[in-house]
DNA sequence: CGCCACACCTGGGCG
DNA sequence: CCGCCCAGGTGTGGC
């Protein structure tokens, strides 16, 4: 039961953005996730179950644009960083069972100068955006510092 | 082989900026491009080729944008404008041969204070743009007074 | 109707 | 300098 690191990305703002995808660079796409694309196969999209450090199961539209000869994430992104409450700076990791690389799990940390408020609520330092935005105080979210791969047999 | 002129347009900034279409006059679009529609018709889209001064051809995207209820040229026009180097106030023009409407050509002049300059390339006296824009010298690209409109078989 | 999912598109930048 | 990524956009449709 030995994961093994994929890769991460750090996240742009387009990627925790009103976009609603996450751009999955092409080499890690194409070395780690299953083939879809527009030359050789068929399939230009699937669905990718992804485990969280919860044993939390997301499930994640993996697809091919052509126009852009991108890989993306799409449908159920944005539910991911909502709810873990990522911003553009911070970064998501990905691994796979050694012995089973259909099995995928998802982790992610805040960037490095993302400050602890009084109410134990993470709150960045900087907000990185183009417009301006007003400092706003985030829900507030368990906050732990260790963040273990679970187990989910639904996923 | 005689062409018709179908309709001309003053381009707008939004025309010739970062939006990248360009928005067909709707009595226009009606009386001389094919049928394209939200209510009646199921298409909302279709690709227009146009050739220009040159005999090169040009091939648009054409939409009807429900939202706006406007009928628009969209993918490759950026292209045109760039190459043309065509900016507010300067005018397009759409025509047809007259047997045969459904070869479409497309012509161009610049606004009538557009200057010369040494170097032979144009120089708009007045660059209109939203936000700040500094002067700069446009590339090098032959400068005709006369834009007679050529014959391309693949278009 | 508002939000979001989706399939497009383009320019900038970098190797 | 050219080709390829990819960050940052768009309108449309579904719910």
Not at 61 to 84: A, D, H, I, N, P
Not at 93 to 118: C, H, S, V, Y
């Amino acid at each position: 039961m030995e994961r093994e690191p994929m890769f991460q990305k750090q996240l742009t703002q387009s990627d925790v953005g009103k976009l609603n995808r996450l751009v999955v660079p092409k080499q890690h796409a194409i070395n780690y996730f299953p083939p879809i694309d527009g030359s050789s196969g068929k399939i230009r999209t699937m669905l990718l179950s992804f485990e969280d450090e919860l044993g939390k199961c997301w499930r994640f539209r993996y697809s091919y644009w052509s126009s852009s000869q991108s890989y993306v994430l799409t449908k159920g992104w944005s539910r991911f960083v909502k709810e873990k409450r990522l911003g553009a700076g911070d970064f998501v990791f990905f691994e796979q069972l050694r012995e089973d690389n259909d099995r995928f799990f998802i982790g992610w940390r805040w960037r490095a100068d993302t400050q602890m408020q009084d109410n134990g609520v993470a709150q960045p330092s900087v907000v990185v955006d183009g417009t301006s935005v007003q400092s706003q105080t985030p829900p507030v979210r368990e906050s732990r510092r260790l963040r273990l791969f679970g187990v989910n047999l639904d996923c």
